[in-house]
Protein backbone atom coordinates (compact mmCIF):
# COMPACT_ATOMS: atom_id res chain seq x y z
CA UNK A 1 0.00 0.00 0.00
CA UNK A 2 1.41 3.67 -1.09
CA UNK A 3 1.92 5.79 1.93
CA UNK A 4 4.25 8.36 4.14
CA UNK A 5 6.06 6.45 6.89
CA UNK A 6 7.50 8.60 9.84
CA UNK A 7 9.68 7.50 12.29
CA UNK A 8 10.32 7.14 15.61
CA UNK A 9 6.84 7.84 16.45
CA UNK A 10 8.27 9.36 19.76
CA UNK A 11 11.79 11.29 20.50
CA UNK A 12 13.25 12.06 23.18
CA UNK A 13 16.28 14.80 22.94
CA UNK A 14 18.58 15.89 25.58
CA UNK A 15 19.55 19.55 25.65
CA UNK A 16 22.59 19.95 23.00
CA UNK A 17 21.65 17.53 20.82
CA UNK A 18 21.10 16.73 17.34
CA UNK A 19 18.64 14.47 16.53
CA UNK A 20 17.19 13.58 13.13
CA UNK A 21 13.25 12.51 12.27
CA UNK A 22 12.41 10.11 9.06
CA UNK A 23 10.19 10.66 6.35
CA UNK A 24 9.44 8.44 3.66
CA UNK A 25 6.66 8.11 0.98
CA UNK A 26 5.71 5.76 -1.86
CA UNK A 27 3.65 7.51 -3.48
CA UNK A 28 5.45 8.87 -6.18
CA UNK A 29 4.75 12.77 -5.00
CA UNK A 30 7.11 15.35 -6.25
CA UNK A 31 7.14 17.70 -3.06
CA UNK A 32 7.46 17.04 0.50
CA UNK A 33 6.67 19.23 3.41
CA UNK A 34 7.76 19.30 7.22
CA UNK A 35 5.36 20.84 9.66
CA UNK A 36 5.34 21.63 13.32
CA UNK A 37 2.15 21.66 15.63
CA UNK A 38 2.51 22.70 18.91
CA UNK A 39 -0.30 22.01 21.76
CA UNK A 40 -3.89 23.51 20.63
CA UNK A 41 -2.28 25.27 17.93
CA UNK A 42 -2.48 24.99 13.72
CA UNK A 43 0.65 23.67 11.69
CA UNK A 44 3.50 25.62 10.72
CA UNK A 45 5.49 25.16 7.70
CA UNK A 46 9.41 24.41 8.65
CA UNK A 47 10.55 22.96 5.27
CA UNK A 48 9.63 21.83 2.06
CA UNK A 49 10.79 20.44 -1.53
CA UNK A 50 9.07 20.25 -4.56
CA UNK A 51 12.17 18.62 -6.45
CA UNK A 52 15.32 16.12 -5.70
CA UNK A 53 18.29 18.18 -4.55
CA UNK A 54 16.10 21.63 -3.70
CA UNK A 55 14.22 23.11 -0.50
CA UNK A 56 12.64 26.00 0.86
CA UNK A 57 12.75 27.37 4.06
CA UNK A 58 8.92 27.63 5.30
CA UNK A 59 7.76 30.05 7.70
CA UNK A 60 9.53 28.73 10.95
CA UNK A 61 13.15 27.58 9.54
CA UNK A 62 15.86 28.54 12.51
CA UNK A 63 17.28 25.78 14.53
CA UNK A 64 16.26 22.74 11.61
CA UNK A 65 17.80 21.53 8.42
CA UNK A 66 16.67 19.01 6.00
CA UNK A 67 17.91 17.17 2.79
CA UNK A 68 16.49 15.63 -0.50
CA UNK A 69 18.73 13.56 -2.18
CA UNK A 70 16.09 10.96 -3.22
CA UNK A 71 12.32 11.54 -4.27
CA UNK A 72 11.11 9.49 -1.55
CA UNK A 73 12.81 10.69 1.28
CA UNK A 74 12.91 13.82 3.15
CA UNK A 75 14.51 13.37 6.89
CA UNK A 76 14.61 16.53 9.08
CA UNK A 77 16.85 17.61 11.68
CA UNK A 78 16.21 19.11 14.37
CA UNK A 79 19.45 21.25 15.78
CA UNK A 80 20.64 22.11 19.21
CA UNK A 81 19.98 25.84 18.02
CA UNK A 82 15.99 24.79 18.25
CA UNK A 83 15.66 26.03 21.59
CA UNK A 84 12.25 24.88 22.31
CA UNK A 85 11.71 21.80 20.27
CA UNK A 86 9.22 19.66 22.11
CA UNK A 87 6.36 19.25 19.41
CA UNK A 88 4.34 16.99 17.21
CA UNK A 89 6.08 17.07 14.18
CA UNK A 90 4.11 16.12 10.44
CA UNK A 91 5.64 15.33 7.16
CA UNK A 92 3.58 15.37 4.39
CA UNK A 93 3.63 14.80 0.20
CA UNK A 94 1.86 15.81 -2.43
CA UNK A 95 1.52 16.04 -6.72
CA UNK A 96 1.76 19.51 -7.98
CA UNK A 97 -1.28 20.28 -8.69
CA UNK A 98 -3.32 22.95 -7.36
CA UNK A 99 -6.55 20.49 -7.12
CA UNK A 100 -4.38 18.42 -4.99
CA UNK A 101 -4.09 17.87 -1.21
CA UNK A 102 -1.47 16.86 1.02
CA UNK A 103 -1.33 13.20 2.81
CA UNK A 104 0.21 12.94 6.06
CA UNK A 105 2.72 10.78 8.11
CA UNK A 106 1.49 9.55 11.21
CA UNK A 107 3.99 11.79 12.89
CA UNK A 108 6.56 11.86 15.39
CA UNK A 109 6.24 13.46 18.97
CA UNK A 110 9.37 14.75 19.87
CA UNK A 111 10.33 15.81 23.46
CA UNK A 112 13.33 17.17 25.37
CA UNK A 113 14.07 15.80 28.43
CA UNK B 1 -4.70 39.60 9.51
CA UNK B 2 -4.32 35.90 9.76
CA UNK B 3 -4.27 34.13 6.02
CA UNK B 4 -6.97 31.52 7.02
CA UNK B 5 -9.10 31.94 9.82
CA UNK B 6 -10.97 29.51 11.82
CA UNK B 7 -12.94 30.17 15.28
CA UNK B 8 -11.54 27.32 17.80
CA UNK B 9 -14.66 26.35 19.56
CA UNK B 10 -15.28 23.81 20.81
CA UNK B 11 -18.18 23.70 19.16
CA UNK B 12 -20.50 21.36 20.94
CA UNK B 13 -23.84 19.77 19.24
CA UNK B 14 -26.04 17.16 20.12
CA UNK B 15 -25.59 13.44 18.32
CA UNK B 16 -27.85 13.57 15.26
CA UNK B 17 -27.45 17.50 15.20
CA UNK B 18 -25.73 19.09 11.57
CA UNK B 19 -22.61 20.59 12.89
CA UNK B 20 -21.35 23.87 10.61
CA UNK B 21 -17.68 24.32 10.48
CA UNK B 22 -16.81 27.95 9.05
CA UNK B 23 -13.29 29.59 7.62
CA UNK B 24 -12.74 32.52 6.00
CA UNK B 25 -9.25 33.10 3.50
CA UNK B 26 -7.83 36.42 2.79
CA UNK B 27 -6.18 35.41 -0.15
CA UNK B 28 -8.92 36.44 -2.91
CA UNK B 29 -6.99 34.78 -5.68
CA UNK B 30 -6.51 31.25 -3.84
CA UNK B 31 -8.28 28.51 -6.19
CA UNK B 32 -8.54 24.93 -4.06
CA UNK B 33 -10.36 24.05 -0.74
CA UNK B 34 -9.74 21.15 1.55
CA UNK B 35 -11.03 20.61 5.08
CA UNK B 36 -8.60 18.25 7.43
CA UNK B 37 -10.29 16.17 10.35
CA UNK B 38 -7.80 15.95 13.11
CA UNK B 39 -8.25 13.37 15.93
CA UNK B 40 -6.74 13.87 19.34
CA UNK B 41 -2.61 12.72 18.80
CA UNK B 42 -3.09 11.63 15.40
CA UNK B 43 -2.24 13.26 11.87
CA UNK B 44 -4.61 15.36 9.36
CA UNK B 45 -6.65 12.84 7.39
CA UNK B 46 -8.31 14.38 4.44
CA UNK B 47 -12.33 14.75 3.99
CA UNK B 48 -13.03 16.84 1.67
CA UNK B 49 -11.81 19.51 -1.40
CA UNK B 50 -13.43 21.86 -2.79
CA UNK B 51 -12.64 24.37 -6.33
CA UNK B 52 -16.00 25.56 -7.81
CA UNK B 53 -18.56 28.31 -6.04
CA UNK B 54 -21.58 25.79 -4.12
CA UNK B 55 -21.75 23.10 -2.62
CA UNK B 56 -19.77 19.52 -2.82
CA UNK B 57 -21.49 16.61 -0.99
CA UNK B 58 -20.35 13.11 0.08
CA UNK B 59 -21.84 11.25 2.34
CA UNK B 60 -22.96 13.08 5.49
CA UNK B 61 -20.20 15.81 4.66
CA UNK B 62 -21.25 19.16 2.38
CA UNK B 63 -18.69 21.63 1.54
CA UNK B 64 -19.73 24.81 0.76
CA UNK B 65 -17.32 27.82 -1.17
CA UNK B 66 -18.55 31.49 -1.48
CA UNK B 67 -15.69 32.96 -3.35
CA UNK B 68 -17.13 36.07 -3.48
CA UNK B 69 -17.02 36.90 0.43
CA UNK B 70 -14.17 34.30 0.50
CA UNK B 71 -16.06 32.06 2.90
CA UNK B 72 -15.68 28.12 3.38
CA UNK B 73 -17.86 26.06 5.59
CA UNK B 74 -18.42 22.15 6.16
CA UNK B 75 -21.50 20.70 7.19
CA UNK B 76 -21.89 17.21 9.03
CA UNK B 77 -25.34 15.84 8.90
CA UNK B 78 -26.39 13.07 11.67
CA UNK B 79 -23.25 14.13 13.96
CA UNK B 80 -21.60 11.30 16.00
CA UNK B 81 -19.46 10.83 18.64
CA UNK B 82 -17.14 9.22 16.39
CA UNK B 83 -16.84 12.80 14.32
CA UNK B 84 -15.44 14.64 17.53
CA UNK B 85 -12.51 15.99 16.19
CA UNK B 86 -10.11 18.87 15.10
CA UNK B 87 -11.56 20.42 11.70
CA UNK B 88 -8.40 22.28 9.72
CA UNK B 89 -9.26 24.73 7.24
CA UNK B 90 -6.87 24.69 4.22
CA UNK B 91 -6.48 26.84 0.76
CA UNK B 92 -4.22 26.84 -1.72
CA UNK B 93 -3.62 30.36 -2.90
CA UNK B 94 -3.13 31.19 -7.45
CA UNK B 95 0.30 30.62 -7.53
CA UNK B 96 2.48 27.59 -5.78
CA UNK B 97 1.66 24.52 -4.21
CA UNK B 98 1.55 25.45 -0.52
CA UNK B 99 -0.98 24.92 2.04
CA UNK B 100 -2.21 27.42 4.19
CA UNK B 101 -3.68 25.98 7.46
CA UNK B 102 -6.21 27.24 9.78
CA UNK B 103 -5.40 26.83 13.62
CA UNK B 104 -8.89 24.35 13.36
CA UNK B 105 -12.28 24.17 15.13
CA UNK B 106 -12.65 21.95 17.66
CA UNK B 107 -15.94 19.69 17.06
CA UNK B 108 -17.69 17.65 20.20
CA UNK B 109 -20.17 15.82 19.50
CA UNK B 110 -22.15 14.53 22.73
CA UNK B 111 -24.36 11.42 22.69
Known amino acids: DGGITQSPKYLFRKEGQNVTLSCEQNLNHDAMYWYRQDPGQGLRLIYYSQIVNDFQKGDIAEGYSVSREKKESFPLTVTSAQKNPTAFYLC????????????FGSGTRLTVV | QKEVEQNSGPLSVPEGAIASLNCTYSDRGSQSFFWYRQYSGKSPELIMSIYSNGDKEDGRFTAQLNKASQYVSLLIRDSQPSDSATYLC???????????FGAGTILRVKS
Open chain 1, 92 to 103: ASSILSANYGYT
Open chain 2, 90 to 100: AVKGEYGNKLV
